[in-house]
């Protein structure tokens, strides 16, 4: 028994050892590589890099890797694996980088070095060679390039030139990033958006995508710009065997990011000409022109007109100058405050306007001549300075008062217009109306005391007699209630008074109760039938029991009398009390 | 020789009368002095004229009215608007005075910030009501509302009770209505800015931040004083601070 257990110990062991993995081997069994995903590359374009360190597992150190001076470095990621082959494990960890080389040669890359439990781990060398890309310029230039150029190779200080970049290209690209070639001597401002569109570049088609900049020079001296450098990400297709181009797309092509430059160009900044100069020259570079509008021209003394003027043109516009519009006696002119408008426009470069506006109020009556605004400007067309000037301008001050129409107004007095046409109402002038002479204007309301005890008596007297009124009406109806209350105790004090005695005939017992009715309900009959007793009774809301008893006792009393018993004594006194008890309590 | 008693009352009577007649016959004289000194130009004595019988409490809509028009003349826009706005609680409807408050209105620099509650919507008619007016009203249909509950007393019949649901509604829309304005009159706190401009403060004093300018005519709600300053808002949340002396309220005038 006891050796086939340990038998069967034995086994489970033996197969504990063949299929379990031995994770204790996977520490010792380091490697370092060094994968490139092509051996030969043109300048611009970039090579995949792979650092493979095999037999870790989880993190590892960043491998050192030599011979990458050469080149732009770029991290892509790192990314571990663990796989298990016939029990045994298999971990590593990759490290991506791409290389774009920097010119053309023959490099070796490598070794890779790794210190892992104190040791160094070294991986092999790889050879890549980069030749020639296409050219920067010129007719052939490959299936992706970046083109600048200047809309004039000369430019005054402060002036504009245009800066065109296009991208022509064939294959899908995305994550552009763009690096003008920024200086101190030039400014770059953007257009408009990037456009796209189908162009053709010797003799092949390009998907085109421009996008302009307005260079604004601020030195003189002959300069050259810099190549642009776009940075993105080309997504290589058309290299696997995919049936219908299927495989053409973005999503199932691998991106590989490559930076373009584009052609270096030349620029001639002309310094301004001290010739000619204004004295007042603000620094205004472009084509200008100016305007002066003055509304209404015609005012009353004592009121406003407006002068506007505005200055619009393609240029630094920013260098507009705020006009100062001379002073006039009599005049009293309030500058409001500039505003400008700046404009760009892809095809002209930046423009806009500036417009001030004053507000004139002729003190006394007569014409006021506005001079003529200038604003002088340096035109890079002509090459000279410039200036540009309105015209002079005339306000009219009519006097305050209103005046009587002209004759000339009269209806009919040798118009020309057609009988029955109508015209707009022109205002002439603004004024306000006159006081009010009248003496009665001390004899008006003065204002109303909220406070004072006419104005509390008004507001507070009907609801005072509202209230008095109701509160008598209660209390009359209330008396009266009473009154009747001592009337029927009375009576009812009566009737049980007299129903006590004794020895009492029928005829007598009758007549005390109907006394008792007469008295309790305020009425005034001479006899008193059953029949009466019920509907009075009913009527005074007592109940139909006591009706009914007092009925009964009314038609006994009746049949006593008038069968000629009237005059025997009867013992229906107590009777009678009852009834009457029962009547009083009922009414309460 | 002995007076008797009527011929003394008749003798005072002589004497006093014109002594009385004269104080009136001064007022009016003082209004045409006014009057005729505006028509031919003299503005500020139409002014002066025109205050005085103003600060004596002889100043009905129309005389704040006229003070307002000699203001407006001498180029003081602050005042002119001022004392417009001070005729307008009292003769709300004049057509003049509308007229006139919006040619000085026209003049003054800054924008008046759009302002107006619920409650300004719903009962529309209060502005173009005088206070007296609001009263006078709600005195009739107050009169009239309990004189129906006292007839109730004693006829209970159905024309007075639908009479009187009629008339409770029109008695509330006009208590509220004159209670409204009552409340606005009462505790009016707005402001007209006299100065040409003035700079208003974060605070009170000369060193606090400027927040921003107002200018001339400008109608602002003047909510507490502190020393020589005085803090506004306008209805758009701007508040600041800025001198007493620069802004004189309306409800002042009266």
């Given at each position: 028994m006891v050796v086939r257990r340990l038998k069967t110990w034995f086994l489970a062991l033996a197969l504990t050892q063949v299929l379990v993995p031995r994770w204790e081997a996977c520490g010792a069994d380091y490697s370092v590589r060094i994968v490139l995903d092509?051996?030969?590359?043109?300048?611009?374009?970039?090579?995949?890099?792979?650092?493979?360190?095999?037999?870790?597992?989880?993190?590892?150190?960043?491998?050192?890797?030599?011979?990458?001076?050469?080149?732009?470095?770029?991290?892509?990621?790192?990314?571990?694996?663990?796989?298990?082959?016939?029990?045994?494990?298999?971990?590593?960890?990759?490290?991506?980088?791409?290389?774009?080389?920097?010119?053309?040669?023959?490099?070796?890359?490598?070794?890779?070095?790794v210190t892992l439990d104190g040791h160094t781990y070294r991986s092999g060398t790889k050879t890549l060679e980069v030749v020639q890309g296409p050219p920067d310029s010129g007719d052939e230039r490959g299936p992706l390039f970046l083109s600048a150029s200047l809309s004039s190779a000369k430019a005054y200080v402060h002036g504009q030139t245009l800066y065109i970049l296009k991208l022509?290209?064939?294959?899908?690209?995305?994550?552009?990033?763009?690096?003008?070639?920024?200086?101190?001597?030039?400014?770059?401002?953007?257009?408009?958006?990037?456009?796209?569109?189908?162009?053709?570049?010797?003799?092949?088609?390009?998907?085109?995508?421009?996008?302009?900049?307005?260079?604004?020079?601020?030195?003189?001296?002959?300069?050259?710009?810099?190549?642009?450098?776009?940075?993105?990400?080309?997504?290589?297709?058309?290299?696997?065997?995919?049936?219908?181009?299927?495989?053409?797309?973005?999503?199932?092509?691998?991106?590989?990011?490559?930076?373009?430059?584009?052609?270096?160009?030349?620029?001639?900044?002309?310094?301004?000409?001290?010739?000619?100069?204004?004295?007042?020259?603000?620094?205004?570079?472009?084509?200008?022109?100016?305007?002066?509008?003055?509304?209404?021209?015609?005012?009353?003394?004592?009121?406003?007109?407006?002068?506007?003027?505005?200055?619009?043109?393609?240029?630094?516009?920013?260098?507009?100058?705020?006009?100062?519009?001379?002073?006039?006696?009599?005049?009293?002119?309030?500058?409001?405050?500039?505003?400008?408008?700046?404009?760009?426009?892809?095809?002209?470069?930046?423009?806009?306007?500036?417009?001030?506006?004053?507000?004139?109020?002729?003190?006394?009556?007569?014409?006021?001549?506005?001079?003529?605004?200038?604003?002088g400007f340096f035109d890079p067309e002509v090459g000279a300075y410039r200036e540009a000037e309105t015209e002079p301008l005339i306000l009219t001050a009519l006097a305050g008062k209103a005046e009587g129409s002209s004759p000339g107004a009269q209806p009919g007095a040798g118009t020309t217009e057609r009988a029955g046409a109508k015209q707009a109402i022109e205002v002439l002038g603004r004024d306000i109306l006159p006081p009010h002479t009248a003496v009665s204007v001390l004899r008006e309301a003065r204002p109303l005391n909220m406070t004072g005890p006419f104005a509390a008596a008004v507001l507070l007297a009907p609801g005072l007699i509202y209230l008095v009124a109701s509160l008598g009406l209660r209390l009359r109806a209330r008396g009266r209630k009473a009154s009747a209350a001592v009337t029927a105790r009375r009576a009812a004090r009566k009737a049980v008074s007299a129903c006590r005695r004794r020895n009492l005939t029928a005829e007598e017992l009758s007549g005390a109760f109907r006394v008792y009715v007469?008295?309790?309900?305020?009425?005034?009959?001479?006899?008193?039938?059953?029949?009466?007793?019920?509907?009075?009774?009913?009527?005074?809301?007592?109940?139909?029991?006591?009706?009914e008893q007092a009925a009964s006792l009314v038609g006994e009393l009746e049949r006593a009398v008038f069968t000629g018993r009237g005059g025997d004594v009867c013992d229906m006194g107590p009777l009678v009390v009852e009834t009457v008890q029962r009547i009083e309590r009922d009414s309460r | 020789m002995r007076l008797s008693v009527p011929v003394i009352l008749i003798a005072l009577l002589t004497i006093l009368r014109p002594l009385a007649g004269a104080g009136e016959g001064t007022a009016e004289e003082r209004l045409f002095e006014a009057n005729r000194a505006y028509r031919d130009g003299r503005f500020q004595d139409a002014m002066q004229g025109y205050e005085s019988l103003a600060?004596?409490?002889?100043?009905?809509?129309?005389?704040?009215?006229?003070?307002?028009?000699?203001?407006?003349?001498?180029?003081?826009?602050?005042?002119?608007?001022?004392?417009?706005?001070?005729?307008?609680?009292?003769?709300?409807?004049?057509?003049?005075?509308?007229?006139?408050?919006?040619?000085?209105?026209?003049?003054?620099?800054?924008?008046?910030?759009?302002?107006?509650?619920?409650?300004?919507?719903?009962?529309?008619?209060?502005?173009?009501?005088?206070?007296?007016?609001?009263?006078?009203?709600?005195?009739?249909?107050?009169?009239?509302?309990?004189?129906?509950?006292?007839?109730?007393?004693?006829?209970?019949?159905?024309?007075?009770?639908?009479?009187?649901?009629?008339?409770?509604?029109?008695?509330?829309?006009?208590?509220?209505?004159?209670?409204?304005?009552?409340?606005?009159?009462?505790?009016?706190?707005?402001?007209?800015?006299?100065?040409?401009?003035?700079?208003?403060?974060?605070?009170?004093?000369?060193?606090d931040t400027v927040l921003f300018n107002l200018h001339e005519g400008t109608v602002v709600v003047r909510e507490r004083n502190e020393g020589s300053w005085s803090l506004i808002s306008l209805g758009d949340q701007r508040r600041g601070w800025l001198p007493t002396r620069s802004v004189e309220g309306i409800k002042g005038g009266y």
């Open positions: 092509r051996s030969k590359v043109s300048v611009g374009e970039s090579v995949r890099m792979i650092v493979r360190v095999s037999g870790v597992r989880g993190r590892s150190p960043v491998p050192v890797v030599a011979g990458l001076e050469p080149f732009e470095v770029r991290r892509t990621g790192t990314s571990s694996s663990v796989r298990i082959s016939n029990g045994k494990v298999d971990s590593s960890v990759e490290f991506g980088y791409m290389l774009e080389p920097k010119g053309p040669g023959a490099f070796r890359i490598g070794p890779a070095r022509y290209r064939r294959v899908p690209v995305s994550d552009l990033s763009l690096r003008l070639p920024e200086s101190n001597a030039w400014t770059f401002k953007q257009l408009a958006e990037p456009t796209e569109y189908e162009g053709v570049y010797n003799g092949k088609t390009y998907r085109v995508l421009e996008v302009r900049y307005a260079l604004i020079p601020s030195s003189p001296g002959l300069f050259g710009v810099r190549p642009a450098k776009m940075n993105l990400m080309v997504h290589e297709t058309g290299k696997r065997p995919g049936a219908f181009g299927f495989f053409d797309d973005p999503l199932f092509s691998s991106p590989r990011p490559r930076t373009l430059s584009s052609e270096p160009l030349q620029l001639q900044v002309l310094p301004l000409p001290d010739q000619g100069r204004p004295s007042d020259f603000s620094g205004l570079v472009g084509d200008f022109r100016i305007r002066a509008e003055l509304k209404p021209r015609r005012v009353r003394a004592g009121e406003s007109a407006t002068l506007t003027v505005v200055v619009q043109g393609r240029g630094n516009v920013l260098r507009i100058p705020d006009l100062e519009l001379p002073t006039r006696e009599g005049l009293k002119v309030y500058a409001d405050r500039p505003l400008l408008k700046e404009e760009k426009d892809a095809r002209l470069g930046i423009g806009g306007s500036k417009t001030m506006k004053w507000a004139l109020v002729p003190e006394k009556e007569g014409r006021i001549l506005l001079p003529a605004l200038k604003v007469n008295e309790r309900f305020g009425l005034a009959l001479g006899a008193l039938t059953s029949e009466e007793t019920r509907t009075i009774l009913t009527r005074n809301g007592i109940s139909a029991e006591t009706v | 600060s004596e409490g002889r100043a009905g809509g129309h005389v704040f009215y006229n003070l307002g028009n000699a203001y407006f003349r001498l180029g003081r826009l602050g005042k002119a608007i001022l004392n417009y706005e001070r005729a307008r609680l009292l003769i709300p409807r004049d057509a003049d005075l509308d007229f006139n408050l919006g040619q000085a209105r026209a003049r003054v620099v800054d924008m008046a910030p759009e302002s107006g509650t619920f409650v300004d919507s719903a009962f529309f008619w209060v502005d173009s009501l005088s206070l007296r007016e609001a009263f006078l009203g709600f005195a009739v249909l107050n009169v009239i509302f309990w004189g129906l509950l006292l007839i109730r007393l004693s006829v209970r019949s159905e024309w007075s009770y639908y009479a009187v649901l009629l008339v409770l509604v029109f008695w509330l829309l006009a208590g509220i209505s004159f209670g409204l304005k009552w409340y606005r009159v009462s505790w009016d706190h707005r402001a007209v800015v006299l100065e040409r401009e003035v700079p208003v403060r974060a605070g009170p004093d000369k060193g």
